[in-house]
């Protein structure tokens, strides 16, 4: 269910201090995405990592978020760009939401799974703690190859013990109007959707933090 654009990235900033991280020092967040977690299509401040930032700081966790998600990226990409982001950020928190652009490009499910757990493990050996995005295809891409697809991520998260969010766009991509939540392309969720998907994540992430 996602997507093509222009590459785009941003960095956070820090959020206000208050609990601490890991080992009382302020937490890095590393996303690592694609166009959902680029705020493609959106005003800028409004995505869901900005808002994960407004969260942390409402929250008075010590922490900062490193937005490195590039539009159209692929595990493969997200593969390639990871140990230079690990070096530079040193973050204790990684969260992989890449995979759905392999899907759009038909590209092998064993790919994606491969990139997926070579991403999970990096991370954890660079001692950050992880949280796989899981996503979904529409039915049209065929019974098999959409069950297939939404298995990788469970069983990725299950064989490295890592934090798993099922689904990024449960109650949008399912919700009753099929547009609702969606900008014109149907593709790419609007702002209306933005704290959903927050809602989401934050609930697997927000433990970790503690």
Not at 23 to 52: K, N
Not at 154 to 179: E, I, R, S
């Amino acid at each position: 269910m996602v997507l093509t654009c222009a590459a785009w990235a941003c960095t956070g900033a820090q959020a206000a201090s208050g609990t601490p991280g890991t080992s009382g020092a302020p937490a890095t967040i590393l996303v690592v995405g694609d166009s959902i977690s680029a705020e493609y299509g959106l005003a800028r401040g409004t995505g869901w990592v900005t808002l994960l930032e407004r969260q942390i700081a409402t929250d008075k966790i010590s922490a900062k978020v490193v937005n490195a998600s590039v539009s159209g990226d692929t595990t493969s990409g997200g593969r390639s760009r990871l140990p230079a982001l690990l070096k530079t950020h040193q973050p204790t928190h990684v969260i992989l939401e890449l995979g759905a652009n392999d899907a759009l490009r038909g590209l092998p499910l064993k790919n994606t799974d491969d990139n997926l757990s070579w991403m999970t493990e990096q991370s954890q050996k660079a001692g950050a703690k992880v949280v796989l995005v899981g996503m979904q295809v529409p039915p049209n891409y065929g019974g098999k190859y959409t069950q297939q697809f939404g298995e990788v991520f469970p069983a990725v998260a299950k064989k490295y013990q890592t934090a798993l969010v099922p689904f990024l766009l449960k109650g949008v991509a399912d919700d009753a109007d099929p547009t609702r939540l969606f900008q014109a392309d149907r593709i790419h969720p609007n702002a209306t959707a933005q704290p959903l998907l927050l809602g989401n994540v934050w609930p697997v992430l927000k433990p970790l933090l503690k």
